[in-house]
């Protein structure tokens, strides 16, 4: 089972940045796709970025431009930066993973593996 422990939430207003890390035990696995989700209150979980151990990089196109994913091999930490934050960014960030599996071309995958949601609000 892949372990994921998400950081890096807060408040900001509308125009600032934040960046989310999250641990990944996914990183022993050859083959891995891993991502954010978020879900705003009422509304369903949606992908915001992924990316796989091939380097494949997906976003919604939400945050295309204001997001960027990444992540540190060195350490196992997936990251996501996140500039220009607006209103309806205002969500809990969950970070995912599925391994054996590359990241689709376009779009998500089903995640198997989550970890705790980070709470990110945006004031305008």
């Known amino acids: 089972q892949v372990q994921l422990v998400a950081s890096g939430g807060g408040s900001v207003q509308a125009g600032g940045s934040l960046r989310l890390s999250c641990a990944v035990s996914a990183y022993r696995y050859s083959r891995n796709c891993m991502g954010w989700v978020r879900q705003a209150p009422g509304k369903e979980r949606e992908g915001v970025a992924s990316i796989d151990s091939q380097g494949i990089i997906n976003y919604a196109d939400s945050v295309k431009g204001r997001f960027t994913i990444s992540k540190d091999n060195a350490v196992n930490i997936l990251y996501l930066q996140m500039n220009s934050l607006k209103p309806e960014d205002t969500a809990l960030y969950y970070c995912?993973?599925?391994?054996?599996?590359?990241?689709?071309?376009?779009?998500?995958?089903?995640?198997?593996?989550w970890g705790l949601g980070t709470q990110v609000t945006v004031s305008s």
């Open positions: 995912a993973a599925k391994v054996h599996t590359s990241c689709p071309n376009y779009g998500f995958p089903v995640f198997e593996d």
